[in-house]
């Protein structure tokens, strides 16, 4: 049974460009969240998908965006790369109803220069 | 304000004694709380939860404790390994918060053999 799988593991992009990474949910899973990791820091939360739609986002900037399919897989978009947006991404998958643990991919490095 | 936090970064046990990880949470909301186990290069492990109904649960190895009197949380890991170095965070929903699962900034664990 495969766990939560994201695409790439690592990434380089400069400043201005645009990014989107890929995350695959556990199996039964039909949730999505999405998390950032500064080095040395806990996840932040950025958004959650469900049904397709955005169900709650957190404090990051409009630059960042998302979307589910309807095989709940998700991508997370980002325009306009800040140096700042170097971290880890990592997406966690879990089932729809309030207070079940997340299960999480080992996340994309990306790196912005 | 929302925050889950940490009383000690770092925690340097034996390997072979109990360790013991403390959490303090500020939103007596809380109901539902979860530690995570993140070792370097990989994306957060689900290690055990525990509902805000009760007070212990234990696991194999380990046993979180919930005091919502001082809202406090600790993980306690029994005859600590050298695989359980990692950084373990504590985690907490709260109803009012919506969906997300907001994260502390960590515990880094040393195990010396």
């Known amino acids: 049974d495969a766990g939560v799988t994201q695409s790439p593991t690592h990434l380089i992009k400069t400043r201005g460009q645009q990014v989107t990474l890929r995350c695959s949910p556990k199996s039964g899973h039909d949730t999505v969240s999405w998390y950032q990791q500064a080095l040395g820091q806990g996840p932040q939360f950025i958004f959650q998908y469900y049904e397709e739609e955005e169900r709650q986002r957190g404090n990051f900037p409009d630059r960042f965006s998302g979307h589910q399919f309807p095989n709940y897989s998700s991508e997370l978009n980002v325009n306009a790369l800040l140096l700042g947006d170097s971290a880890l991404y990592l997406c966690?998958?879990?089932?729809?109803?309030?207070?079940?643990?997340?299960?999480f991919g080992n996340g994309t490095r990306l790196t912005v220069t | 304000g929302e925050s889950v936090g940490l009383h000690l970064p770092t925690l340097s046990v034996q390997e072979g004694d109990n360790s013991i990880i403390n959490c303090a949470y500020s939103n007596s909301a809380s109901d539902y709380f979860i530690w995570y186990k993140q070792e370097s290069g990989k994306g957060p492990q689900f290690i055990i939860d525990?509902?805000?109904?009760?007070d212990k649960r234990q696991g194999q190895r380990v046993t979180v404790l919930l005091n919502k009197t001082v809202k406090h949380l600790s993980l306690q890991i029994a005859a600590t390994q050298p695989g359980d170095s990692a950084v373990y965070f504590c985690?907490?929903?709260?109803?009012?918060?919506?969906?997300?699962?907001?994260f502390g900034a960590g515990t880094r664990l040393f195990v010396k053999a």
């Open positions: 525990i509902r805000s109904n009760m």
């Open positions: 966690a998958s879990s089932v729809g109803q309030y207070n079940s643990p997340l299960h």
């Open positions: 985690a907490e929903n709260n109803p009012t918060g919506g969906f997300k699962t907001i």
